[in-house]
Structure formats: C-alpha cells, structure tokens
C-alpha cells in the first residue's frame, strides 16, 4: 500500500522542497483568506532574456529614491516604502484601496547572478530589474561523440 | 490564489474594445478637503499619453493604456500579475466645478483633483447682533 509512494519519493528525491511549497500555499490559503501576506507585495514576473533574468514587479507611485534593490549570489531582495499622502487638517479619506506601507520581498532566482552587472529601471510605475548570469555558470554544450 | 485577487480584479463590464489585451480595475483612493475631491488611481505601465479620462454628463471614467507591456525576445518564466489595460467608470455628483478638473500622471499613478463648485462649499455665516 504504501510502497508506490515511498519508490515515487526515492525517485524524485527533490519532492521535498514542492511539497513545503505545498503545505505553505494551504496554509496561506485556510489562514487569511482575503488578506494579503506580506511575503507577496510586490506581485513579479520572472523573464529570461539573452542569458539573463528579467524581473519585473509593478510599484506605482513609489518614489525612485525609497526602493532598496539588492542581490546577494541566487537571491534578489526587493525593498521600499509606499508613498504617504500627507493630510492637512480637514482632509479625510473616503475610500481606500491602494496599499500603503513598506514592503520586503526576496526572491529566489534559479541561478547565480553577476551582481556587478545589475541594473534595474523604474518607468511608470514598473520596476524592472535585469539580472544576467555569470558567465562561467553558462551551461555548456557537450558534444557527443 | 486569493493573493491574485487582491491584486489585480479584471473588470468584466468594461466598454468592449478593439485591442486584444485584458482589462483591470484599478485600485483608487479618493480623499476630500474642504475644496476638493482627490481620486488617485494606480496604474502601473501607463503615462500621460495612454490615459484617457472622459466626462459625460455626471459619469467619469477613467482608461488606461498599456503599450510595450510584454518585454520582445523573453521568455516568461514565472507569473504573479497580468499585464492590460485599466478602466473604471465613477459617477460624480454636481458638487464639482467640471471646468477646473486636473488631471496628473506620475509614475503610473493617476492624480484627479476635482474642485467643489463654490455653492457647495462650507461657508462660515457671519452673525450680526441685531
């Protein structure tokens, strides 16, 4: 009964880390349905493009200045503060939606970077973050004799 | 997951339109003074030129263009949000003076200033003694 599943795990030893994926998206999912975590501010996509990743998160409205980008080997943070408005007296707010506040994010690439070739531009309100590989890390073809 | 749906909600009763991209609800704060009503709308990819705001009559909507939003010559290798366009549709009162709407757009943030018309300001009534 048990053993189909023990000879799966054998054979993909490298279950484990989707399976704690797993056990923390249900968690995410039965703990704060509707809130958003902390871990996932900003929403990114990951390209590739030409040899290098391209990160890229949408902040509207965030002053340049007040984003802290850095990497450090696989890992790529992402941290900043969100525009305060300032309320003079008498000012209330009506509705609001937009979020406010700081925010951390670190964001686990799937190879080492070159950090000194970073660069990362924020237009928009779209930060975009090009991260290329290091070049002795390239996969190389092997030829098959 | 719901983290999506916090983030970005699709408008599926926005105007039907020619381009093929998705269209998305911005999120808006709205705040007052005593002179006027704020609207400060978040949307990403979008500057002055690819922003539209119409008024007709008492409704107010406001459209937002996303052009270039997919990089050429990548590959996408893993997706939180979805690149489209912005529309959402208010509806105002006759409290605001339609002549003196402001509009700005910084950093894919739209700013409307909308000025109360002066018959709805609060006024102070200065009490004589008779």
Same mark, same amino acid.
């Given at each position: 009964m048990f053993n189909p599943s023990l000879w799966r795990f054998r054979r993909y030893s490298n279950a484990m880390p989707e399976l704690l994926n797993l056990q923390r998206e249900m968690n995410r999912l039965f703990s704060s349905v509707g809130q958003k975590s902390p +871990? #996932?501010? *900003?929403a990114i996509n990951i390209l590739e493009k030409d040899g290098a990743a391209v990160v890229t998160a949408e902040l509207p409205?965030? #002053? *340049? +200045?007040?984003i802290d980008v850095s990497v450090s080997g696989e890992i790529l943070t992402i941290a900043g503060s969100t525009l305060q408005e300032t309320f003079a007296q008498g000012e209330t707010y009506l509705r609001q939606e937009r979020g406010l506040g700081n925010f951390k994010r670190n964001i686990q690439l799937p190879f080492q970077v070159n950090s000194q070739a970073v660069e990362a531009r924020y237009e928009k309100g779209i930060l975009m973050i090009t991260l290329p590989r290091i070049k002795e890390n390239l996969p190389k073809k092997i030829k098959i004799k | 997951m719901v983290e999506k749906d916090m983030q970005k909600m699709e408008n599926v009763s926005a105007t039907e339109r020619v381009r093929n991209v998705k269209t998305f609800v911005p999120r808006v704060d709205i705040f007052e003074n005593k002179d006027s009503l704020f609207l400060v709308a978040d949307m990403p990819g979008v500057d002055e030129k690819t922003v539209d705001i119409e008024l007709e009559k008492n409704v107010l909507t406001i459209n937002g263009r996303v052009e270039n939003g997919r990089i050429k010559d990548a590959t996408m290798m893993y997706s939180e949000y979805e690149i489209g366009d912005y529309e959402r549709v208010f509806t105002l009162s006759d409290e605001i003076d339609r002549d003196k709407i402001v509009a700005t757009v910084r950093n894919g943030v739209l700013r409307l200033e909308l000025p109360k018309a002066e018959k709805v300001k609060p006024k102070k009534i200065a009490i004589k003694a008779a």
């Open positions: +871990e #996932d501010y *900003p409205g965030i #002053d *340049p +200045e007040k | -």
